[in-house]
């Protein structure tokens, strides 16, 4: 399985050579640990394909791959979300549902990890087609789903308009049995939850905002550590307007992109967004507003010319959508997909904080290099886990037909991360462990814990 295989396997030798760690466990018996650990967490438990047998409006019938990858469930029912995108692929879910797990343990969520992906670009597709896709994946996957079993969510490329789908499938296959926590990430009117469409978003800020605040700035010696071997000088200088760039505008960027524009607490400039196809570019700041409006009229694209942008009134240039991630910016926030940070390009990335959004977003290489070089990497697990905590309160509230108020969603959410953060970072400002080692430590920590006391590790 590809991803930061080094990572989980340092951070395991770590926590196992902790004597302090499961005391109980022998000392002649934590090689084996170890061992069992790596299978554990590089093997999914189970990887379900299928092709869908779909008719198109124009007759075709066509057989569509698409995966339900189930990797741990150690700590609850498999939770992750379903991915609509022509590049995935096995391996990428596989990776992406052992990083749900991770990120479940991590957070203290009841739930194990997940990841469904089905290779079609959704664009090419009819509304009707699309629905039709969601019910075939529902059927095919039916057994191996469900509020106990498994608990899909929206990922790129899906939103609450499949769930709503998918859910409304699995109430008709499973007649008079609980449904409403099949499926989170679903409409208002259908029992989602307030604040999901928003929470990955805002959790990525979040973290970052809460990361500055309470460790970065107020950490001298951190800072003087690193200068050594990298500038920092956006982050030392408090009343400096920090340069931000977004790459992808969709679900996550524009929601975190719109968080660092209304922020009054630190002085931020979003000046640069991408989609799949441009970058726009403005160093007095972009309006954000403006282009979530325009994003809203037109499929999710960003205005792709000079022209889409005077018609709009909206100041920027268009720029080649990867130059993004080489700009001159303090902070870049990934909000598109895998691997965009890699071999050919980390030499040239001259942001001093980035911060993971989408999932595994840096590739192991770059991952190395940059933390080598003393760039602070917020991981995917830290920094985009809104999403699954209000999932994991959706479901909650789908199984007790009772439903929070918006206000006390965000409260539950930022308390919940916060709480994460106040015990992962204070480790990592005092060790010399990259942020995503000190990550991955406390969820193995947590996973072995469990799988020791469950008698599953001796
Ligand atoms: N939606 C959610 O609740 C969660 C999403 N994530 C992760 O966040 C990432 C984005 O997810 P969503 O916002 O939901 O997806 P989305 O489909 O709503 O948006 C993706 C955006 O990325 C853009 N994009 C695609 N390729 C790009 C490229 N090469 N350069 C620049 N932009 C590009 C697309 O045009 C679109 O604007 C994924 O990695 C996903 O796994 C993680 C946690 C939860
Ligand atoms: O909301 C969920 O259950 C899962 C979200 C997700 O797929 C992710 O965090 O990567």
Request: one cysteine or more; glycine letters at 8%.
């Amino acid at each position: 399985m590809s991803g930061n295989n080094n990572v989980i396997e340092q951070s395991l030798t770590a926590l196992l050579e902790d004597e302090s760690f499961l005391p109980d466990l022998q000392a002649q018996t934590r090689d084996q640990a170890f061992k069992s650990l790596v299978a554990i967490l590089s093997t999914p438990n189970h990887i379900h394909k299928s092709f869908l047998r779909v008719a198109l409006e124009n007759g075709t019938i066509v057989r569509i791959p698409s995966f339900r990858v189930q990797h741990n469930d150690t700590l609850g029912p498999y939770k992750g979300g379903i991915r609509f995108h022509e590049s995935v692929n096995e391996d990428e879910v596989s990776n992406l549902a052992r990083l749900m797990t991770l990120k479940n343990a991590l957070h203290e969520l009841p739930f194990g990890g997940g990841k469904g992906g089905v290779i079609i670009n959704p664009r090419e597709y009819s509304v009707k087609e699309l629905n039709l896709i969601c019910k075939k994946y529902v059927q095919y996957f039916n057994d191996i789903l469900g509020p106990d079993k498994d608990i899909p969510a929206p990922d790129a490329g899906t939103g609450e308009r499949e769930m709503d789908w998918m859910m409304a499938e699995y109430k008709n296959i499973h007649p008079g049995e609980p449904y409403r926590g099949s499926f989170t990430g679903k409409s208002i009117i259908n029992g989602g939850s307030l604040g999901r469409k928003e929470a990955t978003g805002k959790g990525v800020y979040f973290t970052f905002k809460y990361l500055m605040h309470n460790f970065v700035k107020d950490n001298e010696r951190w800072l003087s550590e690193q200068e050594n071997r990298f500038a920092m000088t956006a982050l030392r200088n408090v009343d400096k307007k920090l340069k931000i760039a977004v790459q992808g505008f969709g679900n996550l960027g524009s929601v975190a992109a719109k968080e660092a524009f209304k922020c009054n607490d630190l002085q931020n400039n979003v000046v640069a967004v991408s989609d799949a196809n441009v970058m726009l570019y403005n160093s007095d700041g972009l309006d954000i507003p403006a282009l979530i409006r325009y994003t809203e009229e037109h499929e999710g694209d960003l205005p792709q010319t000079e022209k889409d942008l005077s018609e709009n009134g909206i100041k920027a240039v268009v720029k080649e959508r990867d130059d993004l991630l080489e700009i001159d910016v303090d902070i870049l926030i990934m909000a598109a997909l895998e691997n965009q940070i890699y071999k050919d390009n980390m030499e040239n990335i001259k942001a001093e904080i980035i911060v993971e959004g989408a999932n595994a977003p840096i590739t192991e290489e770059a991952d190395e290099y940059l933390s080598d070089k003393g760039v602070l990497i917020v991981p995917d697990i830290l920094a985009n886990a809104g999403g699954v905590i209000v999932s994991y309160l959706e479901w909650i509230q789908g199984r007790e037909t009772q439903f929070y108020k918006e206000e006390e969603i965000y409260e539950l959410l930022y308390n919940k991360m916060q709480s994460t953060m106040d015990t992962i970072l204070p480790q990592f400002f005092g060790d010399p462990f990259p942020l995503r080692q000190n990550c991955y430590i406390h969820s193995v920590m947590k996973l072995s814990t469990v799988l020791f006391r469950q008698g599953k590790l001796y």
